[in-house]
């Protein structure tokens, strides 16, 4: 079965700090990857995603990850985080030929110290 | 890019009562939709798949009867909580693919209280 791991269920970093958050995932092939992040009582924002091609992707709002198909992970960056990227993080899975269902990781929670 | 729209945005109601939640394509068609279920501080479950013209299908100990799915047309799939209780307050959102398939478009969601 496939499934989505964030090992850090709360992450907190100063202000102007590098950040990484992980996602692992178990699955037989390679699937397509997300990033999403959600604001309290919002909705999700997609932050960047990997079909295939470069295994480094850059996203929205200054965030890049990286696909390693030998960890099986989707790792989640950036260089100096703002005090507005406090949020929710989602690592999504998204198994093809399954009618598109996706998988969500258990999320990871961000705190930025001014 | 494309938008999904949910309405309402946040609904209270009384225990034992039935709410709807619609969920919108607007600029897409979608034969196929998701509703999730999230739980305070704890991630989106999936809790059923909407098609268009037939019958939804449940994810693994989501109640059919309890949580009824009406994909009524390519742009509008619904979600109706029957009788409902307040263990059932949680926010509800929904998603549709689009393009090739590969992505999801998520709604902004629907926070539920039943007091």
């Known amino acids: 079965a496939q499934s989505v791991t964030q090992p850090d269920i709360h992450i907190t970093v100063s202000e102007g700090a590098s950040l990484e958050l992980r996602c692992n995932y178990s699955?037989?092939?390679?699937?397509?990857l997300f990033w999403y992040v959600q604001s309290p009582g919002q909705g999700l924002q997609l932050l960047l995603k990997y079909f295939s091609g470069d295994t480094l992707v850059q996203g929205i709002k200054g965030f890049e990850a990286e696909f390693k198909r030998s960890q099986s992970s989707f790792n989640l960056r950036k260089p100096s985080v703002h005090w507005s990227d406090a949020a929710e993080y989602f690592c999504?899975?998204?198994?093809?030929?399954?009618?598109?269902?996706?998988?969500f990781g258990t999320g990871t929670s961000l705190t930025v110290i001014p | 890019g494309a938008v999904v729209s949910q309405h309402p945005s946040w609904v209270i109601c009384k225990s034992g009562t039935s709410v709807k939640i619609e969920c919108r394509s607007l600029d897409f068609q979608a034969t196929t939709m998701f509703w999730y279920r999230q739980f305070p501080k704890q991630s989106l479950m999936l809790m059923a798949t909407s098609n268009e013209g037939s019958k939804a299908t449940y994810e693994q100990g989501v109640e059919k009867d309890k949580f009824l799915i009406n994909h009524a047309s390519l742009t509008l799939s619904t979600l109706t909580v029957t009788s409902a209780h307040p263990e059932d307050s949680s926010f509800y959102i929904c998603?549709?693919?689009?393009?090739?398939?590969?992505?999801?478009?998520f709604g902004p969601g629907t926070r539920l209280t039943v007091t």
């Open positions: 699955y037989g092939a390679t699937p397509y």
């Open positions: 998603s549709a693919p689009t393009g090739g398939g590969y992505e999801q478009y």
């Open positions: 999504a899975v998204g198994v093809p030929g399954t009618g598109n269902q996706f998988y």
